[in-house]
């Protein structure tokens, strides 16, 4: 008869845990909708294996998925064509497999505690981990291919350096059994660890320190993944729900204050969830045999599709027209969403990262320049490329124009400077160094283009030949920033060695070498009267200089524990203004008569590494990392407009995206980041560099 209560009084228990589930006491207005049924036996298998299915993973480029099993096999096939390219056996039974960010290589994690690389294109094992001591659950590679993350059966996660194999931080002593899912951030700068201690957990990738805690699900989490913003969290649980959370950063606050949905609608063990390109819809697969897209506004279901077998692994990617891969036990399935009667995201549009939503986004360049091919590189400085004929691709050079907007020169990390000649489109010729060149600038009265380089030299080129007229060395760490006086006879030129250096044009000698920051210079600028310029600093100070020894700090009197790294600067051509980029992603403008500061510019979304002044005076230009440029006007210091920063195929994806048709879709929307920005001498044309693009732009217009 005891017996007999106990086993009543564990029913009863149980039953009261599982009602909240079924009947979602929190965010529960999930709407069941119709189920649509999808007849699987008419579908090619995308690949068989002879055990059960244990992992999946599709390519980052879309075109291509990676299955791995218990029966040891890794087996690679291509997506669009159902068909197996290769299979590659293993000792032990594999646990979970990733590609790098590239998709020419698999990591593969084992039971047997080994982790190995394997080339995409040849099917074959590349390198491998040294062996472990606990059997391997769950690996991930992060988005800049830098880490993989590696979760083992004991709860600990190791993050690990794929080039050199090395331990990176070890994440310990939050979960004490099996880790099931592991989801980098896009920016890689943090890591979700789900569990299945029923908790999902939040750490910096740099220091290795756990940041929070997720607790609300009421069974062992299967998956976990950020949205492209980094702004929210989703996971999936053998307790059938899929939550999704805001992040948090305070160790103390309430895991139930952070659910934004528990999305409640499958009867069995959700294996896996995910967001959709657009954060604003998710989907979840179940081995109750169904898939579900949700909308996120709502919480409610948008699609509930019945796919006839029991899902137990699946991946929903955003590449080539949402491919859908499941397996049930042996037997690995894809599908497009579109047969899935799947609504289509919307892809996230450029106004999405424009810090003034009310303003007007300009997202298409008049021009792009990129690859430059088969033209001859004229001599540079120990240059060994000389007459040769190259391809190369920019690598995140700086730029200006010269030539009244008909001309722009580029300079980059690949040792080389490029003239471009903007009717064209095409480059006029090619200069290279011996090292990285970090700097750029054009004097059109003495028709000579400076290039500071990574060790410290700084290269005169006649902008008609690009051949070397003289080198300056003096500074002993890469160049900043540069230059020139508004008579052409002086250069002015900014270190990573904390010295501000002027050059005489004419006798080709430094006139003073300038001693006071304490920390590396980020800009330099000359006043339009020559009587002083002005210096950047990430020692968080302004200083103005009237002579190569005598110098004034202009923001001393701020309290230090308010004062910035300042990251950028710029000058009025009158000389009546200046202002600079600070790290706190705000802009200051000062007078340059006199120590007073006269505004104050923010809003911005990301620090302002770029300014630059229009010739007339009337428009200041901001450019950051997030790939914003913002046009502020002089007058009322408030933005009129701004310019987003795309490469070619993102915005090509954009526009597909408008049709409801994506190709290649991105993991994570990174607009490619500004560093550098110019007008051209006439006001007419706008330059811009990053990534691997360099953009030109029409002038602002009244």
């Given at each position: 008869?005891?017996?007999?209560?106990?086993?009543?009084?564990?029913?009863?228990?149980?039953l009261?845990l599982?009602?909240p589930?079924?009947f979602?006491?929190e965010?529960s207005?999930?709407?069941s909708?119709s189920?649509?049924?999808?007849?699987?036996?008419?579908?090619?298998?995308?690949?068989e294996h002879?055990?059960?299915?244990?992992?999946?993973a599709?390519?980052?480029?879309g075109?291509?998925?990676?299955?791995?099993?218990?029966d040891?096999?890794?087996?690679?096939?291509?997506?669009n064509?159902?068909?197996?390219?290769?299979?590659l056996?293993?000792?032990?039974?594999?646990s979970?497999?990733?590609?790098?960010?590239?998709?020419?290589?698999?990591l593969?994690g084992?039971r047997?505690?080994?982790?190995i690389?394997?080339?995409?294109?040849s099917?074959?094992?590349?390198?491998?981990f040294?062996?472990?001591?606990?059997?391997?659950?769950a690996?991930?590679?992060?988005?800049?291919?830098?880490?993989v993350a590696v979760?083992?059966?004991?709860?600990?996660?190791?993050?690990?350096?794929i080039?050199?194999?090395?331990l990176?931080k070890?994440?310990?002593?939050?979960?004490?059994v099996?880790i099931?899912?592991i989801?980098?951030?896009?920016?890689?700068?943090r890591?979700?660890i789900?569990?299945?201690?029923?908790s999902?957990?939040?750490?910096?990738?740099?220091?290795?320190?756990?940041?929070?805690?997720?607790?609300g699900h009421?069974g062992?989490v299967?998956?976990?993944?950020?949205?492209y913003?980094?702004e929210k969290?989703?996971?999936?649980s053998?307790d059938?729900s899929?939550?999704?959370w805001?992040?948090?950063?305070n160790?103390?606050?309430d895991?139930?204050?952070?659910?934004?949905?528990?999305?409640?609608?499958?009867s069995a063990?959700?294996?896996?969830?995910c967001?959709?390109?657009?954060?604003?819809?998710?989907?979840?697969?179940?081995?109750d045999?169904t898939?579900i897209?949700?909308?996120?506004?709502?919480?409610?279901?948008?699609?509930?599709?019945?796919?006839?077998?029991?899902?137990?692994?699946?991946v929903?990617s955003?590449?080539?027209?949402y491919?859908?891969?499941?397996?049930?036990?042996?037997r690995?399935?894809v599908?497009k969403?579109?047969?899935?009667k799947?609504?289509?995201?919307?892809?996230?549009?450029?106004e999405?990262?424009?810090?003034?939503?009310?303003?007007?986004v300009?997202s298409?360049?008049?021009?792009r320049?990129?690859?430059?091919?088969?033209?001859k590189?004229?001599?540079?400085?120990?240059?060994?490329?000389?007459?040769e004929?190259?391809?190369?691709?920019?690598?995140?050079?700086?730029?200006?124009f010269?030539?009244?907007?008909?001309?722009?020169?580029?300079?980059g990390?690949?040792?080389?400077?490029?003239?471009?000649n903007?009717?064209?489109?095409?480059?006029e010729?090619?200069f290279?160094?011996?090292?990285?060149?970090?700097?750029?600038?054009f004097?059109p009265?003495?028709?000579?283009?400076?290039?500071?380089?990574?060790?410290?030299?700084i290269?005169?080129?006649?902008?008609?030949?690009?051949?070397t007229l003289?080198?300056f060395?003096?500074?002993?760490?890469s160049?900043?920033?540069?230059?020139?006086?508004s008579?052409?006879?002086?250069?002015?030129?900014?270190?990573e060695?904390?010295l501000?250096?002027?050059?005489?044009?004419?006798t080709?000698?430094?006139?003073?070498?300038s001693?006071?920051?304490?920390a590396?210079?980020s800009?330099?600028?000359i006043s339009?009267?020559m009587?002083k310029a002005i210096?950047v600093?990430?020692d968080?100070?302004?200083r103005?200089?009237t002579?190569s020894?005598?110098?004034?700090v202009?923001?001393?009197?701020?309290?230090?524990n308010?004062?910035?790294?300042?990251?950028?600067?710029?000058?009025?051509?009158a000389?009546?203004?200046?202002?600079v980029?600070c790290?706190?992603?705000?802009?200051?403008?000062?007078?340059a008569?006199?120590?007073?500061?006269?505004a104050?510019l923010?809003?911005?979304?990301?620090?302002?590494?770029?300014l630059?002044v229009?010739?007339?005076?009337?428009?200041l230009?901001?450019?950051?990392?997030?790939?914003?440029?913002?046009?502020?006007?002089?007058?009322?210091?408030?933005?009129?407009?701004t310019f987003v920063?795309?490469?070619?195929?993102?915005?090509?994806q954009?526009?597909?995206?408008k049709?409801?048709?994506?190709?290649?879709?991105l993991?994570a929307?990174?607009?490619?980041?500004?560093?550098?920005?110019?007008f051209?001498?006439?006001g007419?044309?706008?330059i811009?560099?990053g990534g691997?693009?360099?953009?030109i732009?029409?002038?602002i217009?009244?």
């Amino acid at each position: 008869m005891k017996k007999i209560i106990e086993l009543l009084f564990f029913c009863c228990v149980n039953l009261f845990l599982f009602f909240p589930i079924v009947f979602g006491v929190e965010s529960s207005n999930s709407s069941s909708g119709s189920i649509l049924k999808l007849d699987v036996n008419q579908l090619k298998p995308l690949c068989e294996h002879k055990e059960n299915i244990n992992a999946i993973a599709i390519s980052p480029n879309g075109k291509l998925a990676a299955t791995g099993s218990a029966d040891r096999f890794l087996i690679l096939s291509d997506i669009n064509n159902s068909k197996e390219l290769w299979r590659l056996q293993f000792r032990g039974v594999i646990s979970s497999v990733a590609f790098t960010p590239d998709s020419k290589r698999i990591l593969v994690g084992c039971r047997d505690k080994n982790l190995i690389i394997c080339d995409v294109d040849s099917g074959k094992e590349s390198a491998r981990f040294n062996a472990f001591t606990r059997a391997i659950t769950a690996i991930e590679v992060s988005p800049n291919g830098k880490y993989v993350a590696v979760g083992f059966d004991n709860g600990v996660t190791l993050i690990l350096e794929i080039e050199t194999k090395k331990l990176h931080k070890e994440l310990s002593n939050v979960h004490s059994v099996s880790i099931f899912d592991i989801s980098f951030s896009s920016k890689s700068d943090r890591v979700l660890i789900a569990s299945q201690d029923a908790s999902v957990s939040i750490w910096n990738v740099n220091d290795g320190k756990w940041i929070y805690s997720f607790k609300g699900h009421r069974g062992a989490v299967k998956s976990v993944s950020f949205d492209y913003r980094n702004e929210k969290i989703i996971s999936s649980s053998m307790d059938r729900s899929v939550i999704v959370w805001k992040p948090s950063s305070n160790s103390k606050q309430d895991s139930k204050e952070l659910i934004l949905h528990r999305l409640i609608g499958h009867s069995a063990e959700v294996s896996f969830a995910c967001f959709a390109p657009d954060a604003e819809t998710a989907y979840s697969a179940s081995t109750d045999k169904t898939l579900i897209q949700w909308n996120l506004r709502d919480g409610k279901q948008i699609a509930k599709i019945d796919v006839g077998q029991v899902v137990n692994r699946a991946v929903f990617s955003p590449a080539t027209a949402y491919y859908v891969v499941w397996s049930s036990l042996k037997r690995a399935v894809v599908v497009k969403s579109e047969e899935l009667k799947f609504t289509v995201p919307k892809y996230p549009v450029p106004e999405d990262k424009n810090p003034f939503p009310k303003l007007a986004v300009v997202s298409r360049p008049v021009m792009r320049l990129n690859a430059y091919v088969n033209v001859k590189v004229e001599g540079g400085v120990n240059s060994a490329a000389a007459g040769e004929l190259k391809t190369f691709l920019p690598k995140g050079g700086k730029s200006c124009f010269f030539v009244d907007s008909q001309y722009a020169v580029t300079v980059g990390a690949d040792n080389t400077g490029v003239v471009w000649n903007l009717e064209t489109g095409k480059s006029e010729y090619l200069f290279s160094h011996s090292a990285a060149l970090t700097a750029v600038a054009f004097s059109p009265l003495s028709a000579v283009i400076a290039a500071g380089s990574k060790d410290g030299s700084i290269i005169l080129l006649n902008p008609k030949s690009g051949k070397t007229l003289t080198v300056f060395r003096g500074h002993t760490a890469s160049i900043t920033d540069l230059a020139f006086s508004s008579n052409g006879k002086r250069l002015a030129s900014a270190g990573e060695d904390k010295l501000f250096i002027t050059w005489n044009l004419d006798t080709g000698q430094s006139e003073g070498v300038s001693i006071g920051h304490k920390a590396k210079l980020s800009g330099v600028v000359i006043s339009s009267d020559m009587s002083k310029a002005i210096t950047v600093s990430a020692d968080k100070t302004i200083r103005v200089w009237t002579s190569s020894n005598k110098s004034e700090v202009w923001n001393e009197s701020k309290p230090e524990n308010k004062r910035l790294e300042f990251t950028s600067i710029a000058i009025d051509s009158a000389g009546v203004w200046f202002a600079v980029g600070c790290e706190n992603k705000t802009i200051e403008i000062w007078q340059a008569g006199e120590k007073k500061q006269i505004a104050t510019l923010s809003g911005l979304r990301d620090v302002p590494v770029a300014l630059a002044v229009s010739p007339d005076g009337r428009h200041l230009l901001s450019g950051g990392r997030d790939g914003v440029i913002v046009v502020w006007n002089t007058k009322t210091w408030k933005p009129e407009k701004t310019f987003v920063q795309l490469s070619e195929q993102l915005e090509k994806q954009i526009s597909e995206s408008k049709k409801g048709w994506i190709q290649s879709v991105l993991q994570a929307i990174e607009y490619e980041p500004i560093v550098s920005i110019k007008f051209s001498n006439d006001g007419k044309k706008i330059i811009s560099s990053g990534g691997s693009n360099i953009y030109i732009w029409n002038g602002i217009k009244e």
